[in-house]
Nanobody, 116 residues
Framework: QVQLVESGGGLVQPGGSLRLSCAAS????????MGWYRQAPEKERELVAV???????RYTDSVKGRFTISRDNAKNTVALQMTSLKPEDTAVYYC??????????WGQGTQVTVSS
């Protein structure tokens, strides 16, 4: 089992920035993929950004150039730096971990609200 604990959500004005962090614990193997998904009200959960343990990243088109994902393999943490936030970024953001056996784990979610 892998446990994921997120932090860093909150309320921010349009154009502002937030940083989300997630720490993985338990049976964390050195080779894995971590990242962030989000779910807005009445919408399906969607990928925001993921990063492999080798450093390969993937972003959804709507956040490219605004969000940056990073990780610290030694600490089993992943972070999402979000800039130029827009109201449409409002959602619950979930930390994600996929093991080499393709088993997915999810954090409890953290609310990000972009509003003036």
């Amino acid at each position: 089992q892998v446990q994921l604990v997120e932090s860093g959500g909150g309320l921010v004005q349009p154009g502002g920035s937030l940083r989300l962090s997630c720490a993985a614990s338990g049976r964390v193997f050195s080779v894995n993929t971590m990242g962030w998904y989000r779910q807005a009200p009445e919408k399906e959960r969607e990928l925001v950004a993921v990063i492999t343990s080798g450093g390969t990243t993937r972003y959804t088109d709507s956040v490219k150039g605004r969000f940056t994902i990073s990780r610290d393999n030694a600490k089993n943490t992943v972070a999402l730096q979000m800039t130029s936030l827009k109201p449409e970024d409002t959602a619950v953001y979930y930390c994600y971990y996929r093991s080499t056996a393709s088993v997915d784990y999810w954090g409890q979610g953290t609310q990000v609200t972009v509003s003036s």
